[in-house]
């Protein structure tokens, strides 16, 4: 897929998580979509897709956050590659147990790291006084977990068709070449 | 085997750039050097975040009439009472108003509290979790600078400006943690620190344990920080936690701003 179309993907569903997250919050609770996003690319397209989408929708998502910028994108980066390494080790890849561990490793390891990074950043005078307690932040990363299984679900699904249209169009683009190769046209 | 190394190496690779360069934006970021580039990064998409807020409220607010539909003629009748005694009310702080400036004049009393204030649109929340902060469409290139008091109508704090860029500002809820306000309440004049809690709600620590506070007083802002005019209206107090081991007591508030329907603020600019 065409880093542009990649992009703009990824810059919309972090506008969605800034704008809708107000509406749909419960009890300050919101899914992360950007993180579950990037799970689902990284399960359905490979690896390295899943790494570029945390990358950027860490870039987008650091530009609104109070918190020193990097610390999301560092933490998106670290939660896809640790879940990647995770996925498929405990079930078949696709599968409900599969993506519900990737899930669960996803939104403990991104909120523990993130929460690493703003004690840091705090320690070192980085974050302009703000910080983070660890023992809400906890209990607030499980029910974020519920939120971001129920949508890791829906994207899974969305994002496995177009996947499968993306590969469609792909090898039909291939196609008249192959066929002028073997004669046939 | 050499396809997986190779696939391995690859991964490698691409996981410690990208590393080194969110690394990088984190350090120059926290040495200042980094803010330029992002007031450039927001202005630019500041014209498709409007856009995008602006629908999502117009779906929301589609949708909440439906959901309260059952609710309004009940909370109509409310208002209704709430709004006659409150005229009462108005026309009796005028008088009192009036009485006031006469007197202020007699003695040779300086006028204060009068502030500027700009209106500000929110459109859009911080995403992380444990924080309560918010984003606002104005910034330094509109006069909004750092630590700003930021209300809602009527003159209701709800938080104060955190960072300002050049087209947008970042504001700090006063329920959120990190935000810690001197307060006072307004009929016994017990003073104390308000401390937001998790965005759940407030709590005043540090009032004198031969103060007095009780369930239903109002607390507002003391303008001693210098930061908030004095009398801003934070909230009710709904219970008092007391001990007599402790030298302080506590009361938890119950803040007067609806942080769930926040759409149009007001940053105080400037204040005497």
Redesign the interface.
């Known amino acids: 897929m065409r880093l542009w179309i990649s992009i703009l993907i990824v ?2 569903i ?10 749909i919050s419960i ?4 899914p ?1 979509l ?1 993180l579950v996003l990037a799970l689902v690319w990284c399960v359905v397209r490979g ?2 897709q899943g ?2 989408w945390a ?1 950027t929708g ?17 933490s998106l ?1 670290f939660a896809v ?1 640790v879940s990647s390494l995770i996925n498929g080790k405990f079930a078949e890849k696709s599968s409900f147990l599969s993506i519900f561990v990737t899930c669960f490793a996803a939104t403990i390891f991104y ?1 523990i790291f ?1 929460y690493s ?1 703003a004690s840091l ?1 705090h320690l ?3 974050s ?6 660890f023992s ?2 906890a209990n ?2 499980f029910l ?1 977990f519920i939120y971001n299984l129920a949508f890791i679900f829906i994207f899974y699904y969305l994002f496995l068709r177009f996947s499968e249209w993306l590969k469609r169009r792909e090898h039909n683009s291939r196609m008249p070449y192959k066929s002028l190769r073997n004669g046939s046209i | 085997m050499i396809n997986a190394v190779k696939t391995v190496k690859s991964r490698f690779t691409l996981v410690v750039t990208v590393t080194i360069v969110a690394v990088i934006l984190f350090i120059l970021y926290g040495l200042g050097l980094f803010l330029p580039v992002q007031s450039f990064g927001l202005a630019v998409i500041k014209p498709v975040q409007k856009v995008v807020n602006n629908v999502f409220r117009e779906v929301a607010d589609f949708f909440s009439v439906f959901s309260s539909i059952g609710e309004l003629d009940e909370e109509n009748q409310k208002l209704k009472l709430e709004l006659d005694s409150l005229k009462s009310q108005n026309a009796r702080l005028k008088e009192f108003e009036n009485e006031n400036k006469v007197l202020r004049e007699q003695l040779g009393f300086e006028g204060h509290d009068n502030f500027k204030q700009s209106p500000v649109f929110v459109i859009g929340r911080d995403p992380n979790l444990d924080i309560n902060a918010i984003m606002i469409d104005k910034g330094k290139k509109n006069g909004v600078e750092k630590d700003m008091p930021v209300i809602a109508s009527s003159g209701i704090l709800v938080g104060y400006v955190f960072e300002a860029y050049d087209d947008y500002s970042k504001v700090l809820l006063i329920t959120d943690k990190n935000s810690v306000i001197n307060a006072v309440v307004q009929d016994t004049r017990a003073t104390g620190n308000i401390k937001g809690q998790h965005g759940i709600g407030l709590l005043m620590e540090s009032i004198p344990q031969n103060e007095s506070v009780k369930e239903g007083d109002t607390v507002v802002t003391s303008g001693l920080s210098g930061q908030f005019p004095k009398g801003l209206l934070i909230g009710k107090v709904e219970s008092v936690q007391e001990s007599q081991n402790q030298l302080f007591k506590e009361a938890r508030v119950s803040p007067s701003a609806d942080f769930e329907q926040l759409e149009i603020c007001f940053v105080i600019t400037s204040f005497k």
Do not use: K
């Open positions: 810059f919309f972090s506008l969605f998580q800034i704008t809708l997250t107000e509406y009890s300050g609770i919101f992360n950007v690896f390295r790494v570029i990358f860490g870039l987008f998502l650091d530009l609104f956050s109070i918190y020193p910028f990097g610390a999301i994108t560092l980066i590659v909120n993130f990074l950043s070192i005078g980085f302009g006084g703000i910080s983070l307690q809400h932040l607030s990363m974020q």
